[in-house]
């Protein structure tokens, strides 16, 4: 059997989405790489995309069959047929010991422990690795400039001796101070020889002022007539203002801790992990969703488990009742 349409469509869509899933076979998960610099090349390498498959995400996601209908124009049922048909055919080769290359993809082959493994094609890690970017060199700069110290050779600046500032000032005080002496010898010797000197001095320190007191004290009075009796008395009533009603205190129930989760299937386009928790609610489960950012996919839990014993009982019984893609996650 020829893989028609999974070797012609699979390849490019690869550049559209980050998971592609061939139903019932597997799923290629494309995970982002950041730019980093290389040591030992001393380049700088760009973003890129590694290509893993994992033979866990078999629920359809609807992508493949999508793109069929885009190249073919049937309708989805025909489309979906057409893909389970080639995943089959993958299936019984591999379980052969054969390997299935798809052009521009990789080589597809079980391992010695049964498990279905992925070999990427070089065509495809250079597509994806790069963007179209190449690798930038980047040489780590070295300075090999060496300072050398100047050679002063000019004439030498002359030294012009200047007096401190203090002895200018203390030059000048002695020169203003004979003046101001001779001055106060002089005049003390006027005052001295002066007959209304008390005058002069006395008018510096004017003589105190005497105050007569012309208080008289009042007729006596009696204290008593100030009395007054009071008759009517204040009575003040203490009024216990009933309490405010307390709110129950609300004991905030522990919850449960989740490290294993069941994952029921796996995919690219939100809708579609929707329309698997709606049919498990149907069948009585409880499903949860949960996002991974780092390769965009929504997963659709059927349960959440704190141990790992009730998780892997769980998992048996979802594959018992027909969920047979089922498979565990631990939570980090």
Partial sequence: MELKYTRALLPGMFFDYDCVIIPGFGGFVCNERPAWYDDDKEEVVPPS????????????????????????????????KLAEEEAQFISSELKRGKSVEILGVGRLYSGHDGVNRFAPDAELVRTLSSFGHSRIPLAKLQSNTEVKPESNKGKETPVVPMAPFRKKIAKVAAILALPIAAG?????????????????????????????????????????????????????????????????????????????????????????????????????????????????????????????????????????????????????
Avoid at 193 to 204: I, Q, R
Avoid at 276 to 297: C, F, M, V, W
């Fill in 184 to 332: 106060t010898i002089i005049g003390g010797a006027y005052i001295a020889s002066d007959n209304s000197g008390s005058n002069t001095l006395l008018s510096l320190f004017p003589a105190p002022e005497v105050i007569i007191s012309t208080f008289t004290p009042s007729e006596p009075t009696d204290l008593a007539s100030f009395d007054e009796t009071v008759d009517d008395e204040i009575k003040i009533e203490f009024v216990d203002p009933t309490p405010e009603p307390e709110d129950p205190v609300v004991v905030a129930k522990n919850k449960r801790k989740v490290n294993f989760l069941i994952i029921g299937g796996a995919f690219a386009i939100e809708e579609n992990a929707h329309n698997l928790a709606d049919e498990l609610r149907t069948e009585g489960y409880t499903p949860t969703l949960h996002y991974q950012s780092h390769n965009k996919l929504h997963l659709v839990a059927i349960g959440e488990f704190e141990k790992e014993d009730a998780a892997r009982k769980a998992m048996a019984q979802a594959r018992r009742s027909g969920y047979k893609a089922s498979w565990l996650k631990k939570l980090r």
């Fill in 49 to 80: 995309r590694d290509v893993l498959f994992n033979p866990n995400l078999t629920h359809n996601d609807g992508l493949l069959a999508q793109e069929i209908i885009r190249s073919t124009g049937v309708s989805y049922s025909e489309a979906l």
